[in-house]
Every structure is written in structure tokens, then in C-alpha cells.
């Protein structure tokens, strides 16, 4: 501690006297800096007062001139507007202005030619001219009266370095009659810049307008300082440049190479400007040796300060190193204490705080000094007072240890570990404790116990088989899941691994692999306990402590619903490919119905014209009959094709399904092979079914084509039923939104080889099928179930393995119900005489439409576009009693040219005929204004019907 005050001692005293030295230093450094700022305040100021004075002097010379050369003019115009010229009084004048002024080296007159007439140094006779100099011919091409004052030249008369002062003067009619000039020497104006004020070195200039020198002191027999040059430095452009009328600056480039301080002062009133030039080292040569005297006597004071301060530092030395000596003895005996990292405490036998280290201290939350005054019982906080005082009085030398809690000062308490030993002394009894604080370790002990209570919360929570074994594969870890599917591999080692041995072999492959570093994840499949097949995926990794493996972890994911899961996505998505594709068959229907149906009409309407043109029961007439029938049964196909793809709507009717069956059934027949029989048992009926006869028609073909492909390979019999019956309400229980009563029951049986039960509850589900790629869509049944449905019926299905199949349909019937007829009879076609506007842009089917037309007794105009057809009836609107037109045509359609036409005549009948379309049906066409619809292919009948139904509304 005495060391301690002895060196900071020595820092004060050295600190001190280097502050004194810094701080005279500094009051140096400021009083030359004010006393340096004063010298050059006043160097400038000198400096400024004397090229004043001097500009002043020039310009005062300058005036002069400039008056005399004034008086001159003046004079001599005067003598002009009189009419002669008195020489004899101008030679008076300028011998009286010469004389007033001696430094004006003369006076001269000149001509309008620029030739010296008059002055000093003329003689009659000589011929001496200004015309050529640059003054001359400003003052004759401006004729300005005023002053120009020249830069440095050699006088021609004179022949020295000259100032000429010139003005010009006017004949009476006011012309340019000459110049009056007066020449003053360069040595004049050298003359007023010799001022001793300028000091030993100083110098003075004079420059014009351009910079030219006029004149400097002292002179200097160099190249720039002759007149004329117009040499300066950088510094003297930078100052005249700034436009001041004073400015100063420090140059080095000088004709001397002497440094000078220099201010430059334009002259009032005259192109020149005067330049003083000031040497440093003459005007700061009392500031220099004021700077020396102060320099040497701070540098005294500097070193006899340092000499005291070294002797002090070596007595507060000495002194300190005595001091030091005995402050070790103290620190040796309570290093102990001082530096232990538990607290230490002292007590005396009554409870008080002898002695105590820092980290006691802190750990209490107070002071050294704080804990000196404090007993035991201030921060224990288990025993009593008098508990304690017992507990000190019996302390020996043995000790004690215990744990035991601590108050701190704030209050708050934490646990402690204690160490005692008592020793008697001469002054009493002293009892040494060493407590440590066991805050962290018992927190860490409760952590973890609480990890511990967590890892086991997650082994029993963990929702999959989750187990760590060690490197010798020995289980030390398993979540209750996995002791649920594995048993208890902790209880029982001998089941480590699965009995089954490859199954073994392939586990501790892969157990070497991970304790090589490799992490492992793959699926695999096991029977459950119940016999099913369960599928997991298995993650091992390795447990790492830095770069050792200590182990295994292991992960089973029971993924067997995912996978069922993937294998139900699998088969949705192969379910929306059928059904896209199944889209684009019915867009391509829609394409080729179009097409179909503008054939179907010309083959049927070529048909019946010529069945009406062949006589009843004639051979050529019966046969038509068949083309006309099989025209019908294509477009009845086009209409099942439309419906089947959902591009054409269902017509419900009333009708016999007997005929319907037979007619499919000989549609049927061709298609069949000689190895399936067809047995027919349609029993007579008078009941009818409301359906739409395509869809029926659909039902039967598609029942029969399944039952054919179920006996393809062998043959059979393919049995086709109908019949009639009852149900009530307790024999439909199985279809609770079917109305009981009257059935018309159409059945389907083959001898094939039977539908599994597996896939029994499948086959009306759509997309579902059997068969191999391209011999079925998976939509048939799915499809007859849809039709029969919306009809208030059901389907049921029969089956036994290797007997065969039976499918029967049940539609609601109505008894005693209308019948399909079975065929047309010929009757009378309405006709007409009225005048026809016929467009088609097919030129093989309009060219047929007009045929038919006009057996009808139609006048008919033939148009093979919309807008041929739009240009023709613009012609003449009231020429046409109706139009009949086509929907798809290019360009126009059938009714964009429907509302062209009805602008310009909206009574105008039309029929708009379509063989399919996207864009307009009956109900679109009718509110457009259109009278009417039809769908191809039409029959003459139908045709001649709908024409006579237009045109007579």
C-alpha cells in the first residue's frame, strides 16, 4: 500500500512539474504567436500605407500631365475655330507648361496624318511620324477625347524610355484633327518610388494596364526588369485577378530572389498599378529577437525543473522501496485469502467478523469495510442466534462441514457450502470458515433432473419407434413406441436385434455403416403383430462428441397410411388423365358432328328427293327407304356422340323401349363374333319409359359390348331380357330415392368367367376397368349408372365366378303409355311459292338445299358466304321473303349475319340450321330475333314443315 502512495506520489510530482513546463510552454507559445500576429498586422499595414502613398504620388504626377496636356488642346482648338494658328503663342504655352512641369520631357502637336507639327525637339522640316502608333490610331478611329496613356516606348524624338500622356483634338466642323502628346520618362516615376521608407531590401513597381513594367526600385540590370516586360508571378495574377483595389501576397519569384511580402494598389483614376514590396526578415527582425530571449529562458527554466524532479523521483524511490518491503510481509500471509476463490470469514468468538476476503464480500453484496461490522446471524439464515453462538463456542480444531443458506444484502438468498475450524489464540478464540456459493451447481443439478424428466416425457410422447443404441449395438435408449412394436429391448438385450436372420444381417450392415459416419435413410416393410403389412421409413445417424461416434440413433416412421395415401393419389391422377382425355374425345366429337351432320344431309335429303321421284313399292324406293333409315340411325349415332361427350342436351320422351332394343340389337349384330350366341326374350309390353331414346340406345350397346369382351376369348351366350314389374317401398330399401311402382326392367347376362367380389363394389365407379390399355375407358358402366339415376332408376348387378355375369336396369314406366312408331309414312310435304335467301358456304350441300327447295316450289338465291350473302340482300331487302343460313361459316357466322340482316329489315324471317355449335343454341338464336332453329341433318319433311311454320307465323 505504501508503495502504492509513493509511486503515485511520484506520478503527482512528475505530473506536476510537466504540467508547470507545459503550461509556461504554452503561455510562450501564445504570447509570440500574438506578438508574431502583431509584427505582420503592422508589416501588412506598412506595407499598404506605403503603396497608397505611392499611388497617390503617381497618380498626383499623372493629373498634372494630363492638365498640361489639356491646356495645351484646349488652346490650340481655340486658335482653330479662329481660323489661323498664333505658333508663336503655342510655343509660350508649352514653355510655360515645361517649365511648371520639368518632368515632362515635351510637349507635341501632331497633324490628322499623325505627323509631328509642333513641340519640343521639332525643327521645320523634319519628317517624324505617330501615324503608325497604336494610340494615334485609337484616337483616330474613336475620335475619343479622352486620355490614352501608353505603355512603355522609346520616344522618337527623345530616344529614351518614355509614359505618353495623349489626347486628341477637333477641327471647327468637329473632325479629327490630330493629337496633342506629353512625354514623361520612365526615370520620373523611378524617381517618386525611391522612398527610404522601403527599408534596406525593399522594392517598389509600377505596371500598366497589361502588366507592362513601367518603372521599379531599385532598378535591376536584368531582362525583366526593363520596361515593357510583362513578367510576373502566379501570386501577382491571383491579386490583381481578384478585382480588390488593395491586395497583398508572399512571392519568391523575384528579379532578386529575395522574398517579400507585397501589396499591390490599382492608382485612382489611372490604368496603372503600384506594387510595394516588403522583406520579412527586416520587418520581423524585433519579433526574432524577442523569440530568441523567451525560447532561451523557457529552455532555463526546462532544465532545472527536470533536475529537481529527478532528484525527488529518486527519494520517493528509496522511500517507496522500503515501504514495499514491509507491505510483502503483510501480502505473503493474506494472499491466501485475498486471492481464493470461495469466501473466507474470520469470526471472533462472540460472532464477529474478524477478518473476510473480497470475494466474501461480494458474495454478501457488500463492502470490505460494510462486512467488518457485521456477526454471523446478520446473513445466516437457518440457525438462531443463539444456535450460532453454541455452534462457535463448540468448533474445534477437527472443523465441521455442512450446507447451510446465506441472506445477501438485498435480501435474497442462496445456498452455500461450509468448511470450519476453530483456533485458540492469545487474544480469544477465532473460528475459520471458507463458504462457496452452490447457486450454479444446484441449478445445474436441477436442470438436469429436469432434462432428464423431459427426455423421458418425449420417449414416452414420441408418436414413432425412436431408440440410441451403443457402439457395440447395445440398447440405451427407447421411446414407448418403440416398446410397444419391438417389446422392452432395455430389460431384455437378447432382443436387440429381429429373430429373423437376414432381416439381423441386414440391421448390423447397416449399423456398421453409421458408425463409420454415414447416415442412413431408407423404407422398408414389416407384418405387424396382426399379420397386416406395415411399411416405415428408417432413419440412422450417428451420435456425435465431436469427432467420436458414441453410438446409434435410430427412427422407424410408421408411413403406411402415406403410402396408401400416395397409391390413392396415383390412381386419381391416372383417373384425371382418362378423364382428360375423355375431354378431348369430346371436343374432337363436337368437330367431327359438324362435319358428319352437313354430310348426313346431303345424303338424306338426295335420298328422299329421289324416294319421292321412285314409285310406291318399287324396288329403288324400298331401298331408299334403307339409305333414308340408315341417314337417321348416323344421326341418332352423331346425337349419342354429342351427349356422351356432354356437348348436345338429353331429350326426355315418352316412349316404347322394345323397339329401341330390337333396333340397337341389330345394330349390334354385325359387330359380334360367330362364338357369341344372342338370345333374345323381349316379352310383349304395353308400358312406356320416359328417357332420352339415344341414351337407351347407349345403355343397350354398352352392356352388350362388356358382355361380348367378357366371353371374347371363349364364346358364350350373350342374353338380352326385358320385362315388366311391381316394387314396393320395403323391396327398394337399398335405394332410398327411388319411387316405388311400375318398372320396365331391361336385363343383360353373359357366360363369362364373372366379376371378382374385390372389385365388385368398383365397376359403376368411373375410370374404373379391367381391361387391358385401348379395349376400354373405364366410363361405360360409370355412365349408364349417371343416365339410369337421373331417370329415378338403378342398376343392379349378378355375378358368380366362372358362370357368368347379369345386369339388370330398372326404369319407371308409365302404363299404358304412348309407343315409338315404327316407321314413317309417306304423306303430302307443305310447299310454297315465296322468294328464298339460301346460305351455306358448303357448296355440295347448298347446291342439294336448293335442289330440295325448289321442289318445294321455292324461288332460291344461292349465296356460299356471309358476306356474299350480306352484300346480295343489301341490294335489294325486300326482295326475300326468308333467309336460311347456316351457323359455322368462316368469316361471318350464321348469326352474327342474322343481326347484320335484322337491322335492315327486322321483320325479316330466318332459320339458322347448325350440324353443332358451341356458341348458339335454340334458345340463344330465338332471343336474337331469329324465327327458327334446326339441327342437321334435316329431312325434307322437316324442312318443308319448318319453312311453312316460319312463314305462316
Same mark, same amino acid.
Given at each position: 500500500m505504501e508503495s502504492k502512495r509513493s509511486r503515485r506520489l511520484e506520478i503527482r510530482l512528475v505530473v506536476g512539474v510537466v504540467l508547470v513546463n507545459l503550461l509556461l510552454a504554452g503561455l510562450a507559445m501564445l504570447f509570440l504567436a500574438e506578438s508574431r500576429a502583431h509584427y505582420h498586422e503592422r508589416?501588412?499595414? /506598412? +506595407?499598404? /500605407? %506605403?503603396?497608397?502613398?505611392?499611388?497617390?504620388?503617381?497618380?498626383?504626377k499623372a493629373r498634372m500631365v494630363d492638365d498640361a496636356v489639356v491646356r495645351v488642346r484646349r488652346e490650340l482648338e481655340r486658335q482653330l475655330y479662329g481660323g489661323f494658328l498664333d505658333f508663336q503663342t503655342l510655343s509660350h504655352l508649352l514653355n510655360s507648361e515645361e517649365r511648371q512641369l520639368p518632368d515632362i520631357d515635351g510637349i507635341r502637336?501632331? !497633324?490628322?496624318?499623325?505627323?509631328?507639327? #509642333?513641340?519640343?525637339? #521639332? &525643327?521645320p522640316g523634319m519628317a517624324t511620324s505617330y501615324a503608325d502608333r497604336a494610340f494615334f490610331v485609337r484616337h483616330r478611329q474613336h475620335l475619343s477625347r479622352e486620355v490614352i496613356v501608353t505603355e512603355p516606348l522609346k520616344g522618337r524624338l527623345s530616344g529614351i524610355w518614355i509614359i505618353a500622356f495623349t489626347r486628341?483634338?477637333?477641327?471647327?466642323?468637329? @473632325?479629327?484633327?490630330?493629337?496633342?502628346?506629353?512625354?514623361?520618362?520612365? $526615370?520620373?516615376?523611378?524617381?517618386?518610388?525611391?522612398l527610404p521608407s522601403l527599408g534596406r531590401t525593399g522594392a517598389a513597381m509600377l505596371r500598366g494596364a497589361n502588366r507592362e513594367l513601367i518603372a521599379r526600385f531599385p532598378p535591376f540590370a536584368v531582362d525583366i526588369? &526593363?520596361?515593357? !516586360? +510583362?513578367?510576373? @508571378?502566379?501570386?501577382?495574377?491571383?491579386?490583381?485577378?481578384?478585382?480588390e483595389e488593395t491586395a497583398t501576397f508572399t512571392t519568391t519569384e523575384t528579379p532578386d530572389g529575395v522574398p517579400r511580402m507585397v501589396t499591390l494598389q490599382r492608382v485612382p483614376g489611372w490604368p496603372f498599378v503600384l506594387g510595394v514590396g516588403l522583406v520579412n526578415d527586416e520587418q520581423f527582425a524585433p519579433f526574432a529577437n524577442q523569440l530568441f530571449g523567451i525560447v532561451t529562458a523557457l529552455a532555463l527554466f526546462l532544465i532545472g525543473s527536470s533536475l529537481y524532479t529527478w532528484r525527488a523521483v529518486v527519494h520517493l524511490r528509496e522511500r517507496a522501496r522500503l515501504d514495499r518491503l514491509h507491505f510483502e510481509d503483510l501480502t505473503r500471509r493474506r494472499i491466501l485469502i485475498d486471492q481464493s476463490r470461495d469466501g473466507i470469514v474470520v469470526l471472533d468468538k462472540h460472532g464477529k467478523v474478524w477478518e473476510a476476503n473480497r470475494r466474501f464480500a461480494e458474495m454478501l453484496g457488500y463492502s470490505a469495510e460494510e462486512v467488518a461490522r457485521l456477526h454471523v446471524w446478520d446473513w445466516e439464515t437457518v440457525a438462531t442466534r443463539e444456535e450460532l453462538q453454541t455452534t462457535i463456542a463448540e468448533i474445534g480444531p477437527a472443523g465441521d462441514h455442512f450446507e447451510t443458506i446465506h441472506r445477501r444484502r438485498d435480501g435474497s438468498t442462496f445456498p452455500v457450502e461450509i468448511s470450519t475450524n476453530g483456533v485458540d489464540t492469545a487474544g480469544g478464540k477465532l473460528v475459520f470458515c471458507v463458504c462457496r456459493d452452490i447457486s450454479e451447481r444446484k441449478r445445474a443439478a436441477e436442470a438436469l433432473a429436469r432434462k432428464d424428466a423431459l427426455l423421458e416425457a418425449i420417449l414416452r410422447n414420441i408418436p414413432f419407434d425412436f431408440w440410441a443404441r451403443d457402439t457395440r449395438g447395445k440398447i440405451i435408449m427407447q421411446s414407448e413406441e418403440s416398446v410397444r412394436f419391438w417389446g422392452d429391448l432395455l430389460a431384455d438385450p437378447s432382443l436387440d436385434l429381429p429373430v429373423e436372420e437376414n432381416l439381423a444381417r441386414h440391421w448390423r450392415q447397416n449399423h456398421q455403416r453409421v458408425l463409420n459416419g454415414e447416415i442412413i435413410a431408407e423404407d422398408y416393410s414389416l407384418a405387424d403383430a396382426s399379420g397386416n403389412e406395415r411399411h416405415f421409413h428408417k432413419i440412422l445417424a450417428p451420435i456425435r &462428441?465431436?469427432?467420436?461416434? %458414441?453410438?446409434?440413433?435410430?427412427? !422407424?416412421?410408421?408411413?403406411t397410411e402415406r403410402k396408401l395415401a400416395e397409391e390413392e393419389r396415383h390412381r386419381l391422377q391416372a383417373q384425371l388423365v382418362q378423364a382428360q382425355k375423355m375431354e378431348a374425345i369430346g371436343t374432337l366429337a363436337g368437330g367431327i358432328a359438324h362435319d358428319f351432320n352437313n354430310i348426313l344431309m346431303a345424303i338424306l335429303g338426295y335420298a328422299e328427293m329421289a324416294? !319421292?321421284? @321412285?314409285? &310406291?313399292?318399287?324396288?329403288v324406293s324400298m331401298d331408299l327407304d334403307k339409305v333414308i333409315e340408315a341417314s337417321r340411325r348416323a344421326s341418332a349415332l352423331v346425337k349419342q356422340i354429342l351427349a356422351f361427350s356432354r356437348q348436345a342436351d338429353t331429350e326426355r320422351i315418352p316412349l316404347e323401349p322394345g323397339l329401341l332394343v330390337k333396333e340397337a340389337i341389330k345394330l349390334l349384330r354385325p359387330s359380334l363374333p360367330s362364338t357369341v350366341v344372342i338370345r333374345q326374350e323381349l316379352a310383349a309390353s304395353g308400358w312406356a319409359i320416359v328417357a332420352d331414346p339415344t341414351q337407351v340406345h347407349q345403355i343397350v350397346i354398352n352392356l352388350c359390348s362388356n358382355a361380348f369382351h367378357a366371353m371374347e376369348e371363349k364364346g358364350g351366350k350373350l342374353t338380352i331380357g326385358l320385362r315388366e314389374c311391381h316394387l314396393t317401398r320395403e323391396e327398394l330399401v337399398q335405394y332410398p330415392k327411388v319411387q316405388s311402382g311400375p318398372f320396365v326392367v331391361l336385363s343383360v347376362s353373359d357366360t363369362g368367367p364373372g366379376i371378382p367380389p374385390a372389385i365388385r363394389d368398383k365397376i359403376f365407379e368411373p375410370y374404373f376397368t379391367t381391361k387391358e390399355v385401348g379395349k376400354g375407358t373405364g366410363m361405360g358402366l360409370a355412365i349408364i349408372h349417371g343416365i339410369v339415376t337421373t331417370s329415378g332408376g338403378f342398376v343392379t348387378c349378378h355375378s358368380t365366378l366362372g358362370e357368368g355375369s347379369r345386369f339388370e336396369v330398372f326404369f319407371p314406366a308409365i302404363e299404358g303409355g304412348p309407343s315409338l312408331p315404327e316407321g314413317d309414312a309417306r304423306e303430302p310435304l307443305p310447299t310454297g311459292s315465296e322468294r328464298v335467301l339460301l346460305v351455306d358456304d358448303e357448296t355440295g350441300l347448298a347446291a342439294m338445299e336448293k335442289t330440295m327447295l325448289e321442289k318445294l316450289g321455292y324461288q332460291v338465291t344461292v349465296c356460299t358466304s356471309g358476306s356474299e350473302a350480306l352484300a346480295t340482300f343489301a341490294r335489294e331487302p325486300e326482295r326475300y321473303d326468308l333467309v336460311l343460313t347456316d351457323q359455322t361459316m368462316p368469316g361471318l357466322t350464321g348469326l352474327e349475319l342474322a343481326r347484320y340482316l335484322l337491322e335492315m329489315r327486322p321483320d325479316l324471317p330466318i332459320i339458322l340450321c347448325t350440324g353443332f355449335s358451341n356458341l348458339v343454341d335454340e334458345e340463344r338464336a330465338k332471343g336474337s330475333g331469329i324465327k327458327g332453329y334446326a339441327l342437321k341433318?334435316? @329431312?325434307?319433311? $322437316?324442312l318443308s314443315r319448318l319453312l311453312r311454320q316460319v312463314l305462316d307465323s
Open positions: 508589416h501588412s499595414a /506598412n +506595407s499598404k /500605407n %506605403l503603396a497608397r502613398l505611392l499611388a497617390q504620388s503617381v497618380s498626383d502637336i501632331t !497633324n490628322a496624318a499623325g505627323e509631328v507639327v #509642333f513641340g519640343k525637339g #521639332f &525643327e486628341s483634338y477637333t477641327a471647327p466642323d468637329g @473632325s479629327f484633327a490630330g493629337i496633342v502628346t506629353a512625354a514623361v520618362p520612365v $526615370d520620373t516615376f523611378n524617381r517618386l518610388l525611391a526588369a &526593363e520596361p515593357g !516586360n +510583362s513578367a510576373v @508571378s502566379a501570386e501577382y495574377v491571383r491579386a490583381e485577378e481578384s478585382g &462428441e465431436g469427432e467420436a461416434i %458414441l453410438g446409434i440413433l435410430g427412427i !422407424n416412421i410408421d408411413i324416294r !319421292n321421284d @321412285s314409285p &310406291e313399292g318399287s324396288t341433318p334435316l @329431312s325434307l319433311l $322437316d
